[in-house]
T-cell receptor
Framework: DQQVKQNSPSLSVQEGRISILNCDYT??????FLWYKKYPAEGPTFLIS?????DKNEDGRFTVFLNKSAKHLSLHIVPSQPGDSAVYFC??????????FGKGNQVVVIP | EPEVTQTPSHQVTQMGQEVILRCVPI?????FYWYRQILGQKVEFLVS????????KSEIFDDQFSVERPDGSNFTLKIRSTKLEDSAMYFC??????????????FGAGSRLTVL
């Protein structure tokens, strides 16, 4: 089941620069896309979401872009901070059903 | 105080043994979910539970798995006869109100299960 794909498993970025995480999906029925952040020994924490009828949603330093025709979304973190070092999961849902997660991207922000 | 508390944080068990993982939300919820993450792999949906009934389950959630709400606050995942491949981090989650309409889940810290 590869409905949600995250390539490039790890990313290193300098503090203050932009982090860009990418996610591709296959199911055109998904109506919401979400990003979760996960620290070691903790559960995933909700970060930001976007409806399939929008192409951008912004919340502070976090912006999610959605390109429906390409079935692609991305998460931009700017400026990146050391506390952003975590694993980031892309997830998608249809209706009120299960979330389908990607494998996650490890982000390391170098001070 | 975390919104969702899971116990135990880590359990080591022998293959074939029964395991019960527990989940307690900070307030009453009707919707519960169990997910798991095998080391190095993605977070996978197991089952959703609404109003004391299973509302949806995945292909992974076979006959050796069961969920219960033994009282108003506890929510449990039971694995009847554990296999080596059941070793994973098991996450309980609750649905929270979302102005955006998205199905935003709040996860517990997880229970790590190691089957020997």
């Amino acid at each position: 089941d590869q409905q949600v794909k995250q390539n490039s498993p790890s990313l290193s970025v300098q503090e203050g620069r932009i982090s860009i995480l990418n996610c591709d999906y296959t199911n055109s029925m998904f109506d919401y896309f979400l990003w979760y952040k996960k620290y070691p020994a903790e559960g995933p924490t909700f970060l930001i979401s976007i409806s399939s009828i929008k192409d951008k949603n912004e919340d502070g330093r976090f912006t999610v872009f959605l390109n429906k025709s390409a079935k692609h979304l991305s998460l931009h973190i700017v400026p990146s901070q050391p506390g952003d070092s975590a694993v980031y999961f892309c997830a998608a849902s249809y209706g009120n059903n299960r979330l389908a997660f990607g494998k996650g991207n490890q982000v390391v922000v170098i001070p | 105080e975390p919104e969702v508390t899971q116990t135990p944080s880590h359990q080591v068990t022998q293959m074939g043994q029964e395991v019960i993982l527990r989940c307690v939300p900070i307030s009453n919820h009707l919707y519960f979910y169990w997910y798991r993450q095998i080391l190095g792999q993605k977070v996978e949906f197991l089952v959703s539970f609404y109003n004391n009934e299973i509302s949806e389950k995945s292909e992974i959630f076979d006959d050796q798995f069961s969920v219960e709400r033994p009282d108003g606050s506890n929510f449990t995942l039971k694995i009847r006869s554990t296999k080596l491949e059941d070793s994973a981090m098991y996450f309980c989650a609750i649905a929270r109100d979302s102005l955006s309409g998205a199905n935003v889940l709040t996860f517990g810290a997880g229970s790590r299960l190691t089957v020997l």
